[in-house]
């Protein structure tokens, strides 16, 4: 009976984790993230165990009697919830054509691991600053991210008949004014079809990707203009 008052103590650390995980797992949750509230909630409640279990595991009130030494190393498990946790975050970050997807979800879980590991240690100012903090992130910041201009590298590919030198000026020209970077220029030929095919690797605030693709067909006589992202 005597244990009760003690692990108390401890059930009450988990409980902080446990709401700090569920506001972060709700963001998650709402904009429809696979690793939403019971993920997250369950990482940090996770985390905040294997804390308490790490620090206290041997100081249990009784568990010792005498003078015994005892040398341990309380640190190891925490440890390894930094490492563990990366095999999860990996497991909700996708490839798509145009990019990543699933790296603010993973870095969610492995922020949350840490907001736990605060609670498991006792501590109770910490881990409510930092979902406090992890809470402003997700969404005050995710309004914002929008309105900062963005550079971004993309491959565009222009077919044109024939192997006209002014056209190649044209469309750099045009790149220029548009404040668009140009990296690296390929072309080929098709003797068959007598058509020759650009390719651009270009890096810059493209804006509407749809309008831009629109003025460069307006400016000649292209048979094909399409653009591919690069991750």
């Known amino acids: 009976m005597s244990d009760y008052p003690y692990e108390i103590n401890f059930l009450l650390r988990l409980l902080l984790a446990g709401l700090c995980g569920a506001f972060l797992g709700y963001e998650r949750e709402r904009h429809g993230r ?24 041997y100081f249990k009130p009784g568990e010792f009697t005498g003078n015994i030494t005892t040398v341990l190393d309380p640190s190891r498990i925490a440890a ?39 609670c498991g240690a006792g501590m109770i100012i910490l881990p409510i600053f930092c979902t406090t903090i992890g809470l402003a992130s997700l969404t005050v910041l995710k309004s914002l991210e929008h309105k900062i201009p963005r550079d971004s590298y993309k491959i565009l590919h222009v077919e044109c008949d024939g192997l006209v030198e002014q056209t190649l000026t044209m469309l750099k020209a045009y790149l220029s004014e548009k404040k668009i970077h140009i990296i690296n220029i390929n072309f080929s030929q098709n003797l068959k079809k007598s058509t020759t095919n650009y390719q651009f690797t270009i890096k810059g605030n493209w804006g509407d990707n749809n309008d831009l693709l629109v003025h460069i067909m307006k400016l000649a006589n292209f048979k094909f203009v399409n653009q591919t992202r690069l991750s």
């Open 34 to 57: 696979s690793a939403g509230l019971r993920t997250n909630l369950l990482v940090c409640v996770g985390a905040a165990l294997m804390m308490v279990m790490s620090k206290y595991f």
């Open 80 to 118: 390894q919830i930094v490492t563990g946790i990366g095999f999860l975050g990996a497991g909700v970050i996708i490839k798509e054509r145009d990019g990543i997807r699933g790296l603010t979800t993973a870095a969610t879980l492995w922020y949350n691991a840490g907001v736990g590991m605060a």
